[in-house]
């Protein structure tokens, strides 16, 4: 069952090139792209940096509208729902610079409280719970709660990142590089995390630089070049038979890291 699709994506900034003009350069960042994942599936993004990832992610969990073409979750227009709030629920991103997407003036357990609060209940003990349960998936303890995001390291706020993307138990998340900021040991335990995830029926749309980290849990492989789709279909079909030279070279430059990635610890079974 189709659970969420892009149609026709197409998206633009417009940025200016000089100090004393008002924007009128225009950069295409997205042309046309379109995509469909299957309930439980997972899709994996690859491409060089500034080839859309990120815009895409943000189009798709409806933090940025696009130009062109639609979002839709469970066949339905995300820009129609009357019930927006609902789509944010059941839709979660973990953003590629967890600093910035924390307050820097709140302890995590009131980022926390206050999602929970918001969705589920306002129960002090079922909050906490809630709060050190998903902690604990990512390798956190209680005691991190109550610190300020500025005192983590950049890993520990990656994986802290991920722990609010879970709080509310979304259907889907879409993870712009969570692993880039974390030593290969670190990423192999949030890969593992990701994949269990997906064994328990989430929906997940990774995005990475590098296709052995989407190797490891996608069954589906875009790769996107200064925002265009250069290939897009089965991971088993990407791997074997690429269409591109560009995606020729990813894989080749993929092959080190993924046998590093295997020996460490990250499990390469088939999901
Ligand atoms: N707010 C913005 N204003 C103007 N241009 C932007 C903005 N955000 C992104 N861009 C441009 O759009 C293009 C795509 O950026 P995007 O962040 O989606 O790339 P990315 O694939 O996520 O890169 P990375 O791997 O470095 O994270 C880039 O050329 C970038 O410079
Ligand atoms: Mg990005």
Same mark, same amino acid.
């Given at each position: 069952?189709?659970?969420?699709?892009?149609?026709? $994506?197409?998206?633009?900034?417009? $940025?200016?090139?000089? /100090?004393?003009?008002?924007?009128?350069?225009?950069?295409?960042?997205?042309? !046309?792209?379109?995509?469909?994942?299957?309930?439980?599936?997972? $899709?994996?993004? +690859?491409?060089?940096?500034?080839?859309?990832?990120?815009?895409?992610?943000?189009?798709?969990?409806?933090?940025?509208?696009?130009?062109?073409?639609?979002?839709?979750?469970?066949?339905?227009?995300?820009?129609?729902?009357? #019930? /927006?709030?609902?789509?944010?629920?059941?839709?979660?991103? +973990?953003?590629?610079?967890?600093?910035?997407?924390?307050?820097?003036?709140?302890?995590?357990?009131?980022?926390?409280? #206050?999602?929970?609060?918001?969705?589920?209940?306002?129960?002090?003990? +079922?909050?906490?719970? %809630?709060?050190?349960?998903?902690?604990?998936?990512?390798?956190? #303890?209680?005691?991190?709660?109550?610190?300020?995001?500025?005192?983590?390291?950049?890993?520990?706020?990656?994986?802290?990142?991920?722990?609010?993307?879970?709080?509310?138990?979304?259907?889907?998340?879409?993870? #712009?590089?969570?692993?880039?900021?974390?030593?290969?040991?670190?990423?192999?335990?949030?890969?593992?995390?990701?994949? !269990?995830?997906?064994?328990?029926?989430?929906?997940?749309?990774?995005?990475?630089?590098?296709?052995?980290?989407?190797?490891?849990?996608?069954?589906?492989?875009?790769?996107?070049?200064?925002?265009?789709?250069?290939?897009?279909?089965?991971?088993?079909?990407? /791997? !074997?038979?690429?269409?591109?030279?560009?995606?020729?070279?990813? %894989?080749?430059?993929?092959?080190?890291?993924?046998?590093?990635?295997?020996?460490?610890?990250?499990?390469?079974?088939?999901?």
């Amino acid at each position: 069952m189709e659970i969420l699709s892009a149609e026709g $994506i197409t998206k633009e900034y417009r $940025i200016s090139d000089n /100090f004393f003009q008002r924007s009128n350069k225009l950069i295409k960042a997205l042309d !046309n792209v379109s995509f469909s994942i299957e309930k439980g599936n997972c $899709i994996g993004i +690859v491409g060089e940096s500034g080839s859309g990832k990120t815009t895409l992610a943000k189009i798709v969990s409806g933090v940025l509208l696009p130009e062109k073409g639609v979002v839709k979750f469970r066949g339905e227009s995300i820009y129609k729902k009357t #019930d /927006f709030l609902e789509y944010r629920k059941n839709v979660q991103m +973990v953003f590629q610079d967890p600093y910035s997407s924390l307050n820097p003036r709140l302890k995590i357990f009131t980022v926390f409280s #206050d999602i929970i609060k918001t969705h589920i209940t306002r129960d002090h003990e +079922v909050i906490k719970k %809630i709060a050190v349960d998903n902690l604990k998936k990512v390798g956190l #303890d209680e005691e991190h709660l109550y610190r300020y995001p500025h005192q983590f390291s950049g890993g520990q706020r990656q994986r802290l990142s991920i722990a609010r993307c879970l709080l509310l138990d979304p259907e889907v998340i879409i993870a #712009d590089e969570p692993v880039s900021a974390l030593d290969v040991s670190l990423a192999a335990q949030i890969l593992n995390l990701l994949k !269990n995830l997906k064994r328990e029926g989430k929906t997940i749309i990774l995005i990475a630089h590098d296709l052995a980290i989407v190797k490891f849990i996608c069954d589906e492989v875009m790769v996107l070049k200064n925002g265009v789709i250069q290939e897009y279909g089965k991971k088993e079909q990407i /791997f !074997n038979s690429p269409n591109s030279e560009y995606t020729k070279e990813l %894989i080749e430059s993929s092959l080190v890291k993924e046998s590093y990635i295997r020996g460490i610890g990250a499990d390469s079974s088939v999901a």
